[in-house]
Protein backbone atom coordinates (compact mmCIF):
# COMPACT_ATOMS: atom_id res chain seq x y z
CA UNK A 1 0.00 0.00 0.00
CA UNK A 2 1.31 3.17 -0.81
CA UNK A 3 1.86 5.96 2.14
CA UNK A 4 -0.73 8.08 2.63
CA UNK A 5 0.76 11.77 1.85
CA UNK A 6 -2.04 13.26 4.23
CA UNK A 7 0.14 11.68 7.40
CA UNK A 8 3.54 13.02 8.38
CA UNK A 9 6.51 10.69 7.53
CA UNK A 10 7.40 9.16 10.49
CA UNK A 11 11.23 10.27 11.86
CA UNK A 12 13.59 7.42 11.45
CA UNK A 13 16.58 6.77 14.46
CA UNK A 14 19.77 5.58 13.61
CA UNK A 15 19.73 1.55 13.16
CA UNK A 16 21.08 -0.57 16.01
CA UNK A 17 22.16 -3.68 16.88
CA UNK A 18 19.81 -4.99 19.27
CA UNK A 19 16.67 -3.04 20.39
CA UNK A 20 15.77 -4.65 23.85
CA UNK A 21 11.99 -4.01 24.17
CA UNK A 22 11.08 -3.91 27.99
CA UNK A 23 13.29 -2.69 30.56
CA UNK A 24 11.96 -4.91 33.23
CA UNK A 25 14.77 -7.12 35.65
CA UNK A 26 15.44 -9.16 32.87
CA UNK A 27 15.72 -6.40 29.99
CA UNK A 28 17.51 -4.43 31.96
CA UNK A 29 20.08 -7.00 33.02
CA UNK A 30 20.75 -8.28 29.29
CA UNK A 31 21.81 -4.61 28.65
CA UNK A 32 24.01 -4.79 31.44
CA UNK A 33 25.46 -8.05 30.22
CA UNK A 34 25.66 -7.14 26.73
CA UNK A 35 27.62 -3.96 27.57
CA UNK A 36 29.78 -5.65 30.44
CA UNK A 37 31.15 -8.35 28.07
CA UNK A 38 34.21 -7.88 25.76
CA UNK A 39 32.64 -9.67 22.78
CA UNK A 40 29.70 -7.74 23.17
CA UNK A 41 30.58 -4.37 24.50
CA UNK A 42 30.93 -2.67 20.97
CA UNK A 43 26.97 -3.54 19.58
CA UNK A 44 25.25 -0.64 19.86
CA UNK A 45 22.33 -1.58 22.19
CA UNK A 46 18.93 0.14 22.44
CA UNK A 47 16.54 -0.52 25.42
CA UNK A 48 13.03 0.78 25.49
CA UNK A 49 10.78 0.48 28.41
CA UNK A 50 7.41 2.47 28.80
CA UNK A 51 7.83 3.00 32.48
CA UNK A 52 9.95 5.92 34.25
CA UNK A 53 13.19 4.66 35.26
CA UNK A 54 13.89 3.77 38.44
CA UNK A 55 15.30 6.93 40.80
CA UNK A 56 18.87 6.41 41.72
CA UNK A 57 19.19 4.51 45.33
CA UNK A 58 22.25 4.17 47.24
CA UNK A 59 23.44 0.94 48.53
CA UNK A 60 24.73 2.60 51.47
CA UNK A 61 22.62 3.02 54.53
CA UNK A 62 21.47 6.51 54.73
CA UNK A 63 22.86 8.84 56.83
CA UNK A 64 20.74 9.07 60.49
CA UNK A 65 18.39 11.81 60.61
CA UNK A 66 19.26 14.89 62.92
CA UNK A 67 18.08 13.81 66.35
CA UNK A 68 14.86 16.25 66.75
CA UNK A 69 13.44 13.90 63.66
CA UNK A 70 12.26 10.49 64.78
CA UNK A 71 13.68 8.33 62.21
CA UNK A 72 11.61 6.56 59.68
CA UNK A 73 10.76 3.29 59.53
CA UNK A 74 12.94 0.41 57.30
CA UNK A 75 11.24 0.17 54.48
CA UNK A 76 11.52 -3.00 52.28
CA UNK A 77 10.05 -3.66 48.83
CA UNK A 78 7.33 -6.11 48.63
CA UNK A 79 8.23 -7.98 45.22
CA UNK A 80 11.24 -10.00 45.96
CA UNK A 81 13.73 -12.15 43.73
CA UNK A 82 15.46 -15.17 44.99
CA UNK A 83 18.39 -15.27 43.03
CA UNK A 84 20.80 -19.17 42.52
CA UNK A 85 24.57 -18.54 42.50
CA UNK A 86 24.33 -18.60 38.84
CA UNK A 87 22.33 -15.57 38.92
CA UNK A 88 24.34 -13.78 41.19
CA UNK A 89 27.47 -15.05 39.29
CA UNK A 90 25.92 -13.02 36.00
CA UNK A 91 25.16 -10.19 37.91
CA UNK A 92 28.46 -9.68 39.42
CA UNK A 93 29.94 -10.25 35.75
CA UNK A 94 27.53 -7.37 34.48
CA UNK A 95 28.79 -5.13 37.29
CA UNK A 96 25.75 -4.82 39.24
CA UNK A 97 26.36 -6.16 42.20
CA UNK A 98 27.85 -3.29 43.49
CA UNK A 99 25.29 -1.16 43.11
CA UNK A 100 22.86 -4.12 45.42
CA UNK A 101 25.70 -3.39 48.46
CA UNK A 102 24.27 -4.93 51.45
CA UNK A 103 20.40 -5.36 49.97
CA UNK A 104 21.46 -8.52 48.73
CA UNK A 105 20.83 -11.14 51.51
CA UNK A 106 22.43 -14.47 51.02
CA UNK A 107 21.19 -17.81 52.63
CA UNK A 108 23.15 -20.73 53.22
CA UNK A 109 20.40 -23.58 54.49
CA UNK A 110 16.75 -23.84 53.12
CA UNK A 111 14.19 -25.92 54.78
CA UNK A 112 11.08 -27.45 52.93
CA UNK A 113 8.34 -29.40 54.56
CA UNK A 114 4.71 -30.57 53.94
CA UNK A 115 1.48 -29.67 55.52
CA UNK A 116 0.72 -31.95 58.52
CA UNK A 117 -1.44 -35.09 58.15
CA UNK A 118 -4.84 -33.48 59.87
CA UNK A 119 -4.52 -34.03 63.55
CA UNK A 120 -7.27 -37.10 65.13
CA UNK A 121 -10.07 -36.28 67.31
CA UNK A 122 -10.68 -32.84 66.10
CA UNK A 123 -13.58 -31.07 67.38
CA UNK A 124 -15.86 -29.08 65.01
CA UNK A 125 -16.09 -25.00 65.39
CA UNK A 126 -18.65 -22.56 63.38
CA UNK A 127 -16.49 -19.91 61.64
CA UNK A 128 -17.28 -16.36 61.51
CA UNK A 129 -16.64 -14.09 59.23
CA UNK A 130 -12.90 -12.18 58.56
CA UNK A 131 -14.35 -9.32 61.29
CA UNK A 132 -15.09 -12.15 63.71
CA UNK A 133 -13.83 -15.75 64.13
CA UNK A 134 -12.57 -16.48 60.78
CA UNK A 135 -8.58 -16.16 62.33
CA UNK A 136 -8.54 -16.92 65.51
CA UNK A 137 -4.78 -18.12 67.07
CA UNK A 138 -6.29 -21.06 69.13
CA UNK A 139 -7.18 -23.11 65.83
CA UNK A 140 -6.46 -23.57 62.50
CA UNK A 141 -8.50 -21.34 59.62
CA UNK A 142 -9.73 -22.41 56.30
CA UNK A 143 -6.89 -20.66 54.76
CA UNK A 144 -4.70 -22.93 56.24
CA UNK A 145 -6.83 -26.29 55.15
CA UNK A 146 -7.16 -25.40 51.71
CA UNK A 147 -10.89 -24.52 51.90
CA UNK A 148 -12.68 -21.24 52.00
CA UNK A 149 -12.79 -18.81 54.65
CA UNK A 150 -16.18 -18.34 56.48
CA UNK A 151 -17.06 -22.35 56.53
CA UNK A 152 -17.39 -24.53 59.32
CA UNK A 153 -13.63 -25.92 59.87
CA UNK A 154 -11.43 -28.20 62.19
CA UNK A 155 -10.63 -26.27 65.23
CA UNK A 156 -7.57 -27.68 67.65
CA UNK A 157 -7.65 -26.34 71.38
CA UNK A 158 -4.16 -25.37 73.38
CA UNK A 159 -1.44 -24.50 70.90
CA UNK A 160 -3.37 -25.29 67.91
CA UNK A 161 -2.28 -28.84 67.54
CA UNK A 162 -2.17 -30.22 70.90
CA UNK A 163 -0.35 -33.67 70.80
CA UNK A 164 -0.47 -34.17 66.86
CA UNK A 165 2.10 -32.01 66.22
CA UNK A 166 3.85 -29.50 68.48
CA UNK A 167 3.19 -25.58 68.45
CA UNK A 168 5.56 -22.91 67.73
CA UNK A 169 8.02 -24.86 65.28
CA UNK A 170 8.20 -28.01 68.17
CA UNK A 171 7.94 -32.06 67.94
CA UNK A 172 10.29 -33.51 65.45
CA UNK A 173 12.42 -36.14 65.52
CA UNK A 174 14.98 -37.38 62.16
CA UNK A 175 13.30 -35.90 59.51
CA UNK A 176 10.24 -36.49 60.11
CA UNK A 177 7.93 -34.43 63.15
CA UNK A 178 5.64 -36.05 65.19
CA UNK A 179 2.94 -38.35 64.13
CA UNK A 180 0.92 -41.68 64.87
CA UNK A 181 -1.23 -43.94 63.72
CA UNK A 182 -1.74 -42.34 60.33
CA UNK A 183 2.26 -41.89 59.94
CA UNK A 184 4.38 -38.76 60.10
CA UNK A 185 3.33 -35.42 60.36
CA UNK A 186 5.10 -33.83 58.05
CA UNK A 187 8.34 -34.46 55.89
CA UNK A 188 11.35 -32.16 56.05
CA UNK A 189 14.24 -31.48 53.20
CA UNK A 190 17.41 -30.05 55.36
CA UNK A 191 19.28 -28.16 52.31
CA UNK A 192 22.85 -26.61 52.05
CA UNK A 193 25.19 -26.15 49.61
CA UNK A 194 28.68 -28.37 49.37
CA UNK A 195 31.32 -26.62 50.86
CA UNK A 196 29.29 -24.29 53.10
CA UNK A 197 28.90 -21.74 49.80
CA UNK A 198 25.46 -20.07 49.49
CA UNK A 199 22.44 -21.69 48.15
CA UNK A 200 21.18 -18.18 46.78
CA UNK A 201 20.54 -14.39 47.60
CA UNK A 202 16.97 -13.11 48.64
CA UNK A 203 16.84 -8.88 47.16
CA UNK A 204 13.82 -6.80 46.45
CA UNK A 205 12.82 -6.34 42.55
CA UNK A 206 13.15 -2.33 43.46
CA UNK A 207 16.78 -2.71 44.82
CA UNK A 208 17.79 -4.76 41.72
CA UNK A 209 16.53 -2.87 38.85
CA UNK A 210 17.64 0.32 40.91
CA UNK A 211 21.47 -0.54 40.68
CA UNK A 212 20.93 -2.49 37.04
CA UNK A 213 19.97 1.23 36.24
CA UNK A 214 22.88 2.29 38.12
CA UNK A 215 25.51 -0.55 36.25
CA UNK A 216 24.28 1.02 32.48
CA UNK A 217 24.65 4.58 33.42
CA UNK A 218 27.84 3.29 34.84
CA UNK A 219 29.28 3.44 31.41
CA UNK A 220 27.64 6.86 29.49
CA UNK A 221 26.49 6.02 26.24
CA UNK A 222 27.11 2.11 26.35
CA UNK A 223 23.16 1.51 26.18
CA UNK A 224 20.57 4.22 24.82
CA UNK A 225 17.87 4.68 26.85
CA UNK A 226 14.35 5.52 25.14
CA UNK A 227 11.28 5.51 27.22
CA UNK A 228 8.58 4.55 24.83
CA UNK A 229 5.67 2.31 23.67
CA UNK A 230 5.93 -0.46 21.25
CA UNK A 231 3.36 -0.05 18.72
CA UNK A 232 4.10 -1.99 15.21
CA UNK A 233 7.09 -4.18 14.50
CA UNK A 234 8.34 -5.04 10.58
CA UNK A 235 10.34 -7.49 9.33
CA UNK A 236 10.18 -6.89 5.58
CA UNK A 237 12.27 -10.15 4.60
CA UNK A 238 14.42 -12.66 6.63
CA UNK A 239 17.77 -11.17 5.72
CA UNK A 240 16.44 -7.79 6.12
CA UNK A 241 16.61 -5.58 8.95
CA UNK A 242 13.90 -4.99 11.25
CA UNK A 243 12.39 -1.95 11.80
CA UNK A 244 9.94 -0.98 15.26
CA UNK A 245 7.88 1.65 15.01
CA UNK A 246 7.70 3.19 18.40
CA UNK A 247 5.32 6.26 20.30
CA UNK A 248 8.12 7.87 22.32
CA UNK A 249 6.89 9.12 25.79
CA UNK A 250 7.62 13.00 26.69
CA UNK A 251 9.21 13.84 30.01
CA UNK A 252 6.96 13.92 32.78
CA UNK A 253 3.47 13.53 32.17
CA UNK A 254 0.36 12.61 33.19
CA UNK A 255 2.01 9.72 35.24
CA UNK A 256 0.38 7.60 32.77
CA UNK A 257 3.30 5.48 32.31
CA UNK A 258 3.68 5.12 28.57
CA UNK A 259 -0.06 5.26 27.90
CA UNK A 260 -0.22 9.28 26.55
CA UNK A 261 1.43 12.10 25.28
CA UNK A 262 4.08 14.55 27.05
CA UNK A 263 3.30 17.09 29.84
CA UNK A 264 1.07 18.98 27.49
CA UNK A 265 -1.33 16.26 26.66
CA UNK A 266 0.21 16.32 22.81
CA UNK A 267 0.64 12.66 21.38
CA UNK A 268 3.89 10.97 21.50
CA UNK A 269 6.11 11.15 18.65
CA UNK A 270 5.97 7.83 16.93
CA UNK A 271 9.51 7.24 15.26
CA UNK A 272 11.10 4.03 13.51
CA UNK A 273 14.25 1.89 15.01
CA UNK A 274 15.87 -0.22 12.40
CA UNK A 275 16.99 -3.31 14.06
CA UNK A 276 19.49 -6.30 13.71
CA UNK A 277 17.82 -8.15 16.49
CA UNK A 278 14.49 -6.97 18.66
CA UNK A 279 14.49 -9.16 22.06
CA UNK A 280 11.29 -9.30 23.51
CA UNK A 281 11.74 -9.07 27.24
CA UNK A 282 8.63 -7.46 27.94
CA UNK A 283 6.82 -9.91 30.19
CA UNK A 284 3.80 -12.29 30.05
CA UNK A 285 1.97 -9.94 28.26
CA UNK A 286 4.45 -9.83 25.65
CA UNK A 287 3.72 -6.76 22.37
CA UNK A 288 7.05 -8.25 20.92
CA UNK A 289 5.85 -11.47 21.03
CA UNK A 290 2.02 -10.76 19.37
CA UNK A 291 3.41 -8.54 16.68
CA UNK A 292 5.65 -11.24 15.29
CA UNK A 293 2.62 -13.60 15.62
CA UNK A 294 4.74 -16.05 18.12
CA UNK A 295 2.52 -18.45 19.76
CA UNK A 296 1.66 -18.57 23.20
CA UNK A 297 -0.26 -21.08 25.27
CA UNK A 298 -1.11 -19.51 28.52
CA UNK A 299 -2.84 -20.80 31.41
CA UNK A 300 -4.84 -19.32 35.40
CA UNK A 301 -4.34 -21.14 38.24
CA UNK A 302 -7.42 -20.69 40.68
CA UNK A 303 -4.50 -18.89 43.43
CA UNK A 304 -3.33 -15.72 44.14
CA UNK A 305 0.24 -15.02 46.19
CA UNK A 306 -0.06 -12.65 49.03
CA UNK A 307 3.04 -11.14 49.58
CA UNK A 308 4.21 -9.49 52.72
CA UNK A 309 6.96 -7.97 55.21
CA UNK A 310 7.09 -9.35 58.70
CA UNK A 311 9.66 -8.66 61.64
CA UNK A 312 10.68 -11.84 63.19
CA UNK A 313 11.69 -12.78 67.19
CA UNK A 314 15.56 -14.37 65.79
CA UNK A 315 17.11 -14.38 62.56
CA UNK A 316 18.12 -17.29 61.50
CA UNK A 317 19.18 -16.50 58.10
CA UNK A 318 17.26 -19.27 56.64
CA UNK A 319 14.84 -19.83 53.65
CA UNK A 320 11.55 -21.45 54.82
CA UNK A 321 9.31 -22.65 52.23
CA UNK A 322 6.12 -25.22 53.58
CA UNK A 323 3.78 -26.70 51.45
CA UNK A 324 0.13 -26.19 52.68
CA UNK A 325 -3.37 -27.19 50.77
CA UNK A 326 -3.78 -24.52 49.51
CA UNK A 327 -0.24 -23.52 47.78
CA UNK A 328 3.43 -22.93 48.90
CA UNK A 329 4.28 -20.47 51.97
CA UNK A 330 7.81 -19.06 51.56
CA UNK A 331 9.42 -17.21 54.03
CA UNK A 332 12.85 -15.68 52.85
CA UNK A 333 15.24 -13.65 55.03
CA UNK A 334 15.73 -9.87 53.59
CA UNK A 335 18.83 -7.40 54.37
CA UNK A 336 18.53 -4.33 56.66
CA UNK A 337 16.84 -1.34 54.77
CA UNK A 338 19.07 0.98 56.74
CA UNK A 339 16.51 3.11 57.19
CA UNK A 340 16.36 2.90 61.23
CA UNK A 341 18.91 6.21 61.78
CA UNK A 342 21.36 4.16 63.22
CA UNK A 343 18.96 1.89 65.73
CA UNK A 344 19.21 -1.68 65.56
CA UNK A 345 16.58 -3.13 63.24
CA UNK A 346 14.48 -6.01 64.24
CA UNK A 347 15.13 -9.00 61.32
CA UNK A 348 12.50 -9.23 58.38
CA UNK A 349 11.15 -11.92 55.81
CA UNK A 350 9.80 -11.45 52.70
CA UNK A 351 6.52 -13.49 52.96
CA UNK A 352 4.65 -15.16 49.74
CA UNK A 353 2.08 -17.00 50.23
CA UNK A 354 -0.07 -18.95 47.66
CA UNK A 355 -3.83 -19.21 48.60
CA UNK A 356 -7.44 -18.79 46.65
CA UNK A 357 -8.07 -15.75 45.76
CA UNK A 358 -11.17 -15.28 48.01
CA UNK A 359 -8.51 -16.12 50.70
CA UNK A 360 -6.15 -13.86 49.49
CA UNK A 361 -8.36 -10.79 49.82
CA UNK A 362 -9.20 -11.96 53.30
CA UNK A 363 -5.44 -12.11 54.02
CA UNK A 364 -4.73 -9.01 52.24
CA UNK A 365 -7.70 -7.02 54.43
CA UNK A 366 -7.63 -8.15 57.63
CA UNK A 367 -6.01 -6.19 60.66
CA UNK A 368 -2.37 -6.90 61.06
CA UNK A 369 -2.93 -8.68 64.44
CA UNK A 370 -5.34 -10.95 62.75
CA UNK A 371 -2.81 -11.71 59.55
CA UNK A 372 -0.29 -12.29 62.03
CA UNK A 373 -1.83 -14.96 63.89
CA UNK A 374 -2.90 -16.61 61.05
CA UNK A 375 0.23 -16.41 59.23
CA UNK A 376 1.92 -17.51 62.43
CA UNK A 377 -0.70 -20.51 62.72
CA UNK A 378 0.38 -21.30 59.24
CA UNK A 379 4.15 -21.06 59.39
CA UNK A 380 5.11 -23.00 63.13
CA UNK A 381 2.33 -25.48 63.81
CA UNK A 382 3.69 -28.99 63.18
CA UNK A 383 6.59 -27.48 61.83
CA UNK A 384 10.22 -28.39 62.21
CA UNK A 385 12.63 -26.99 64.91
CA UNK A 386 13.72 -23.48 64.39
CA UNK A 387 11.06 -21.65 62.09
CA UNK A 388 11.48 -18.21 63.91
CA UNK A 389 7.67 -16.49 65.37
CA UNK A 390 6.63 -13.49 63.34
CA UNK A 391 6.24 -10.37 65.90
CA UNK A 392 5.26 -7.54 63.26
CA UNK A 393 3.65 -6.53 59.55
CA UNK A 394 5.43 -3.81 58.24
CA UNK A 395 3.48 -0.62 57.33
CA UNK A 396 4.01 -1.02 53.82
CA UNK A 397 1.20 -3.29 53.70
CA UNK A 398 0.29 -6.53 52.03
CA UNK A 399 -0.49 -6.89 48.19
CA UNK A 400 -1.65 -9.58 46.43
CA UNK A 401 -1.43 -11.20 42.35
CA UNK A 402 -3.10 -13.70 40.38
CA UNK A 403 -1.07 -16.48 39.81
CA UNK A 404 -0.47 -18.43 36.07
CA UNK A 405 1.45 -19.83 33.66
CA UNK A 406 2.43 -19.56 30.11
CA UNK A 407 4.78 -20.59 27.43
CA UNK A 408 5.81 -19.63 23.51
CA UNK A 409 6.47 -23.31 21.44
CA UNK A 410 9.27 -21.16 19.88
CA UNK A 411 11.27 -18.39 21.56
CA UNK A 412 13.09 -17.42 18.20
CA UNK A 413 11.24 -16.15 14.96
CA UNK A 414 13.36 -14.30 11.92
CA UNK A 415 14.92 -11.22 13.87
CA UNK A 416 13.19 -12.14 17.19
CA UNK A 417 13.94 -13.57 20.04
CA UNK A 418 12.13 -14.15 23.43
CA UNK A 419 13.23 -14.14 27.12
CA UNK A 420 12.23 -14.20 30.77
CA UNK A 421 7.94 -14.05 31.12
CA UNK A 422 7.56 -13.51 27.34
CA UNK A 423 8.99 -16.63 26.50
CA UNK A 424 8.14 -18.71 29.83
CA UNK A 425 5.75 -17.66 32.77
CA UNK A 426 5.99 -19.82 35.82
CA UNK A 427 4.20 -20.27 39.38
CA UNK A 428 6.68 -18.07 41.95
CA UNK A 429 6.98 -21.81 43.71
CA UNK A 430 10.86 -21.24 44.85
CA UNK A 431 11.96 -17.72 42.61
CA UNK A 432 12.68 -19.60 39.91
CA UNK A 433 11.16 -16.83 37.59
CA UNK A 434 13.66 -14.49 37.37
CA UNK A 435 16.47 -17.67 37.06
CA UNK A 436 15.18 -18.83 34.48
CA UNK A 437 15.02 -15.19 32.66
CA UNK A 438 18.93 -14.42 34.00
CA UNK A 439 19.57 -18.06 32.18
CA UNK A 440 17.89 -16.56 29.25
CA UNK A 441 20.11 -14.03 28.89
CA UNK A 442 23.78 -15.52 29.68
CA UNK A 443 23.10 -18.31 27.11
CA UNK A 444 21.93 -15.08 24.72
CA UNK A 445 24.71 -12.82 25.23
CA UNK A 446 27.18 -16.19 24.95
CA UNK A 447 25.49 -16.27 21.53
CA UNK A 448 25.82 -12.80 20.43
CA UNK A 449 29.46 -12.74 21.61
CA UNK A 450 30.04 -15.97 18.90
CA UNK A 451 28.15 -14.11 16.11
CA UNK A 452 30.22 -10.67 16.56
CA UNK A 453 33.46 -12.23 17.01
CA UNK A 454 33.41 -14.22 14.00
CA UNK A 455 31.93 -10.98 12.28
CA UNK A 456 28.73 -11.96 11.76
CA UNK A 457 24.90 -10.70 11.93
CA UNK A 458 23.76 -10.84 15.17
CA UNK A 459 20.20 -10.80 13.72
CA UNK A 460 20.47 -13.48 11.22
CA UNK A 461 18.93 -17.01 12.31
CA UNK A 462 20.54 -20.45 11.82
CA UNK A 463 21.42 -23.30 13.09
CA UNK A 464 22.97 -21.39 15.88
CA UNK A 465 19.74 -20.09 17.07
CA UNK A 466 18.01 -22.91 16.83
CA UNK A 467 20.62 -25.01 19.19
CA UNK A 468 19.78 -21.65 21.74
CA UNK A 469 15.97 -22.25 21.21
CA UNK A 470 16.38 -25.52 21.52
CA UNK A 471 18.43 -25.30 24.40
CA UNK A 472 16.45 -22.90 26.14
CA UNK A 473 13.42 -24.30 25.86
CA UNK A 474 15.07 -28.05 27.12
CA UNK A 475 15.99 -26.42 30.34
CA UNK A 476 13.08 -23.84 30.88
CA UNK A 477 10.79 -27.09 29.79
CA UNK A 478 12.39 -28.67 32.57
CA UNK A 479 12.06 -26.16 35.03
CA UNK A 480 8.62 -25.98 34.50
CA UNK A 481 7.90 -29.55 34.88
CA UNK A 482 9.63 -29.72 38.00
CA UNK A 483 7.65 -27.01 39.85
CA UNK A 484 4.72 -27.95 38.52
CA UNK A 485 5.07 -31.32 39.70
CA UNK A 486 6.56 -30.56 43.36
CA UNK A 487 3.11 -28.51 42.67
CA UNK A 488 0.33 -30.82 42.22
CA UNK A 489 2.78 -33.70 44.40
CA UNK A 490 2.93 -31.77 47.58
CA UNK A 491 -0.95 -31.38 47.51
CA UNK A 492 -1.70 -34.77 47.58
CA UNK A 493 -2.81 -35.53 51.04
CA UNK A 494 -4.22 -39.07 52.76
CA UNK A 495 -2.50 -42.05 51.58
CA UNK A 496 -0.42 -40.28 49.15
CA UNK A 497 0.94 -37.41 51.44
CA UNK A 498 2.18 -40.73 53.72
CA UNK A 499 4.31 -41.64 50.46
CA UNK A 500 5.69 -38.46 50.23
CA UNK A 501 6.97 -38.14 53.47
CA UNK A 502 8.56 -41.15 52.71
CA UNK A 503 10.12 -40.48 50.13
CA UNK A 504 11.14 -36.75 51.81
CA UNK A 505 12.81 -39.30 54.69
CA UNK A 506 14.58 -41.21 51.80
CA UNK A 507 15.81 -37.82 50.60
CA UNK A 508 17.27 -36.52 53.55
CA UNK A 509 19.33 -39.85 53.96
CA UNK A 510 20.46 -39.93 50.64
CA UNK A 511 24.09 -37.83 49.93
CA UNK A 512 24.27 -37.94 46.54
CA UNK A 513 20.89 -37.41 45.51
CA UNK A 514 20.56 -34.46 47.70
CA UNK A 515 23.71 -32.78 46.97
CA UNK A 516 22.60 -33.19 43.05
CA UNK A 517 19.53 -31.50 43.70
CA UNK A 518 21.14 -28.61 45.99
CA UNK A 519 23.38 -27.87 42.81
CA UNK A 520 20.48 -27.62 41.02
CA UNK A 521 18.22 -25.04 42.89
CA UNK A 522 21.75 -23.36 42.91
CA UNK A 523 21.88 -23.27 38.98
CA UNK A 524 24.93 -24.83 38.85
Known amino acids: MPPNPSLPALRRLPPVDVAIVGGGLVGAALAAALTAAPATAHLSTLLVERSPPPPPRSAAPPPPPPPRVPPSPPAHGLRTATLTAASVALLDAARVTPHV ?103 ENDVLLAALYAALRSTPGAVAELRARLCGLDRPTPTGLAELTLAVEGGDDDGSAGGG ?100 AALVGAPPGVFLRELHTALTAAAPPGVPAVTGVAAAGRASFPLGWGVAPS ?83 GVGGVVRRAGMAAFGQSGGVRDAVVRYAMGL
Open 101 to 203: GRRLRPFHRMVVWDRPLPPVGLGEGAAGGVGGDAFTSGGVSEAFWGGPLGGRRRRVGGDGYGDAGGGGGGGGGGVFGAGGALGPAYGVMDLTAPGGAAMGAVV
Open 261 to 360: GGGDGAAPERVIVPAKLVVGADGARSAVRTLAGMAWTSGRYDAAAVVANVSTATDTGVAYQRFLPSGPLAMLPLAPAGGGGGRAEPPVSNIIWSVAPVEA
Open 411 to 493: AVSPRVALIGDAAHAVHPLAGQGVNLGLADVAALVGLLGKAAAVGGDVGVGGRSWETWAARRARDNGRMMAAIEGVRRGFGVG
